[in-house]
């Protein structure tokens, strides 16, 4: 991993170039050759100073994921000691290699991310490339754990615990104009100086003490007992539990490291950080959370669900019909990525409204010197509006946006493939009719497939696969290919009625409104919502999606499942909301809440006619137990029914595309550490105190019984 040589002036070199990788990380090995080049080099009185610098277009990533995978794991069975001082070991290399008596310079080239970071502190120099597209970040908070190596520490005692918390906290990246504003550089160079740069201050000022090692070394900002940082601590605390609800144990953890190391020195303090750090590998949040939200994420990206044999293909021209709100961020994040784009439209002018969606992004993104003027100029004139089939002549691949109505999307297919090329693929956008039934208005159902954006599609990471009875391999690997091309991230599910994510989402609302025809409290329901992980209440939910759509949906399962159907406490909700009331949500200014005009929105205070409050309310833990344990029910049932095709679908689909509570790794992996016989015993209770909608699938009663998981230890 490390390429080590020395030039006549005693200059060694140290560079990263982890073979076979596109970046480099941490493993388990470089660690090794690490701390043996740090004792040869300072045992060889020939060296006079180390730069260490990359030989990729980045610097170093951070640790390598699946070896933090396996330390969670071994954290769940070995004893605390022996995990401190696997923990510890790249936190004691970096201080042994800044207090060995020799200076050592970092040439910061590109992209340098946790360890990457904590490495380039741990030297006494670092000299970084003038480029604004190169990101320094300690983002290991967003895995659930804390910068093990130093990094809390370092950063603190460098730019001051106020100018830390955000970089620590919340894995905010800077670039380099910024970490030199900060202190965390020393100095920026165009990216052939770098290596110069570094020698030069090793040969003229090489200091190989570091400036927490000295004695009249102070904070900046303050000591940790001072007024203004103190301060400051009790206030992030308050904003700290705000965000987070206590979910999240990696930002305590953080701020009592900093805390607590800033008062000791260097040596104890990385041993504290050490310390915490085991504390959060040891439970179930950074497992769960690096596995899915990195891990398998990652394996979605990479297309892990493509078929085999099959060679890569790309769309130069995308064919979009409907251009609504969904159709034209489809065209948007299509052109964004370099196609074509056909929108159309029932006439010219709706298809122009739809292209117009494009124009306030490009224009505000350019406002905001995110996206050059002729750049944004050029995505626009690749977004060509009409209201001519015609014109979807040469397309390589249709997205049908319209209305959820099976006849309308039948018309536009027939009209669709009477001007299409024999190879072009079709795809719905449809989030709740089947893929099956749909292709049977196509003449090529083989080559017919479910594209499911959320929405708004811009922001949304999100986009769900769907194959129909008859889609081949062909179909399904293209949809895949585009889906990279956009550069989203897509997961496969089979066929069903509302697919897996409308699905399964859809539980989130239904059971709030459950809880309001109980007479909890609906501000309790709201505040219960987002304490338990997702990200707004299910009342907002609700007016956000649309009440009159949850209440169409319903009336055509009704009417599709006929006797099947399982009624739900929401259908008497949606339909007095819809039938009577006329409060269809935020698209008409009232919904669960009011929408004032030039004001914040607030719960509508007519609910407490409608739904008279219980004589006592329950605890919000239950409350919050019925909001995650609804939703993984229906998503082991969609397993079940091989809806889904692998657990780590189920997980990634939950976070990504609806929000489901990130800090559990899923709702499979909620399972898992829960235990699936003790998930199943509290369903049984869940469904005796509530209905059967809490009901455990048999699949997880067998798996109770077996002790088996969805997910195997690594």
Known sequence: MFDYSLDSDGVATLTIDLKGRSMNVFTEDGIAQLADLVEKIAADEVVKGVIITSGKPAFLAGADLPMLLAMTNLAKTAGAQEVFELAFQLNGILRRLETCGKPFACALNGLAMGGGLELAMACHY?????????????????????PGAGGTQRLSRLVGVQNAAPYLLEGHSMDPKTALSLGVVHKLAPREELMAEAKRWLLEEGDPEQPWDKKKFRIPGGAIWSPGVSQALMAGIAMMNAKTYGNYPAPRAIMSCVYEGLQVPMDTAIRLETKYFVSLIRRPEAGNMIRTLFIN?????????????????????LGVLGAGMMGAGIAYVSAVAGMEVILLDRDVAAAQKGKGYSVKLIDKRVKRRKMAAEKGQAVLERIKPTADYADLAGCDLIIEAVFEDAALKADVTAKTEAVIGEACV????TSTLPITGLAEAS??????????????????????????????????????????????????????????TSRCFGTYPAEGLAMLADGVSPALIENAGRMCGMPVGPLAVGDEVSIDLMYKVGKATRQALGDAYEPSPAD?????????????????????????????????????????????QPDVGELK???????????????????LIAPEDADVGAIFGWGFAPFTGGPLSMIDTIGVADFVAECDRLAQAYGPRFDPPQLLREMAKKGETFYKAA
């Open 126 to 146: 670092r000299v970084c490339a003038d480029d604004p597209r190169i990101q320094l970040a300690l983002p290991e908070v967003k895995i659930g754990i804390l």
């Open 297 to 317: 994420k990652g394996a979605a990206d990479k297309l892990v669900r493509r078929p085999k044999g099959i060679e890569k293909t790309r769309v130069a021209r």
């Open 426 to 429: 079709f795809a719905s956008n």
């Open 443 to 500: 003449k090529r159902p083989e080559q017919f497939i479910g594209i499911h954006f959320f929405s708004p599609v811009d922001k949304m990471p999100l986009v769900e696969i769907i194959t129909g009875a008859k889609t081949n391999d062909e179909t399904i690997a293209r949809a895949l290919d585009y889906v990279r091309q956009i550069r989203k991230t897509p997961i496969v599910v089979n066929d069903s009625r509302g697919f897996y």
């Open 572 to 616: 008497p909700v949606d339909e007095l909301f819809v039938e009577k009331l006329g409060r269809l949500g935020r698209k008409n200014g009232k919904g669960f809440y009011d929408y004032p005009e030039g004001g914040k929105k607030h719960l509508w205070p007519g609910l407490a006619d409608h739904f008279p409050l219980a004589e006592s």
């Open 625 to 643: 137990k019925r909001f995650l344990y609804r939703q993984a029910i229906e998503v082991a049932r969609c397993y079940e029914e091989k809806v």
